[in-house]
């Protein structure tokens, strides 16, 4: 385990597998974030799962016991829509996704279609409903009709469940398609990709080396922070195990290594505070 020495100015969560796992906080997540807000230090939570909007993370936070406002909170429906509307403002697309993602679009403006014949972009995401039907309107855009591009929300495998488990997230989507029609997804908006740190820098007005990624995956915000010169902090309470690090390369290292979330504070000051871990 190696911890930070200091305090930095900006601290970027992930969720899933670092403040909460379930419908519980993690160890040590509300009184971090309580005492970091205390300090007068910038927080935000990035997430790349998109089967919720802001608000409805921010409404899961507060219900845990952590009051959170919307802005504090980004994630790839945030990404996608932000994404096309810079990029392909007049697309049709085809979004593979659950609700808040086609509400965030439509109420965007962007147009969706599932007909094959005028879609520009298929959008694979995190879909508990992907069915054959889907995966063959997506085929038809891509392979027959060769004018549609694939994109994702995030490249996550899983996502992580309490007890050990976990479910397919939208690589899986990915993979279906890729697999089918041979094309390769052209875009990722969540992390590592730099589509999402570029959102939450232009929100904290800080630069990369005063602020600190913390998450559980490190190929997703681990790599990212690492491709940004961002110090990063992997916590064990997630995906990455102790024994994923000795396997792993020093140059896909993070900083810090944590075994509780709340030993982002360095031990000094944890002291000082009062602070035992539980």
């Known amino acids: 385990m190696k911890t930070p020495e200091k305090l930095y100015e900006g601290y970027l969560f992930d969720l899933d597998g670092t403040i909460y796992l379930g419908d519980e906080l993690l160890p040590g997540a509300k009184r971090l974030v309580l005492k970091l807000r205390e300090l007068e230090k ?5 997430t790349n ?3 919720r909007n802001p608000g409805m993370y921010a ?4 219900r845990l016991g952590l009051k959170t406002p919307p802005e504090e909170v980004v994630n790839t429906v945030v990404t996608m829509t932000g994404w096309l509307l810079q990029n392909h403002p007049e697309a049709v697309v085809f979004p593979i996704s659950e609700e808040p993602l086609k509400n965030s679009l439509r109420e ?3 147009k969706m279609s599932e007909d094959p014949e005028e879609i520009d972009i298929v959008i694979a995401s995190y879909d508990r409903g992907f069915d054959y039907r889907k995966l063959q309107i997506a085929f038809d855009a891509i392979w027959f009709h060769k004018r549609a591009k694939l994109v994702t929300t995030n490249p996550d495998r899983y996502c992580p469940l309490p007890g050990g488990r976990g479910e397919p997230d939208a690589a899986a989507i990915v993979g279906a398609i890729e697999g089918c029609t041979g094309t390769k997804c052209e875009v990722n908006v969540g992390k ?27 190929y997703t915000e681990i ?9 990063s902090a992997v916590v064990l309470t997630g995906e990455t195990t102790a024994e994923d690090l000795d396997e792993e390369s020093e140059e896909n290292l993070p900083a810090y290594v944590l075994g509780r979330i709340d ?10 505070f009062g602070w035992e871990d539980a």
Do not use: Q, S, Y
């Not at 910038?42 to 990035?46: G, M, N, Q």
């Not at 790599?223 to 110090?231: H, I, K, N």
């Open 108 to 110: 965007a403006g962007i």
């Open 263 to 272: 030993h982002l504070v360095p031990a000094d000051l944890r002291r000082e």
């Open 223 to 231: 790599r990212m922070a690492l491709d940004a010169g961002m110090p």
């Open 59 to 62: 409404e899961k936070l507060t």
């Open 42 to 46: 910038r927080v935000i939570f990035l």
């Open 49 to 51: 799962n998109p089967t």
């Open 192 to 218: 590592p990709d730099p589509i999402m740190l570029e959102t939450v820098m232009g929100l904290l007005d800080l630069d990369a080396k005063d602020c600190v990624m913390t998450g559980d995956r490190l």
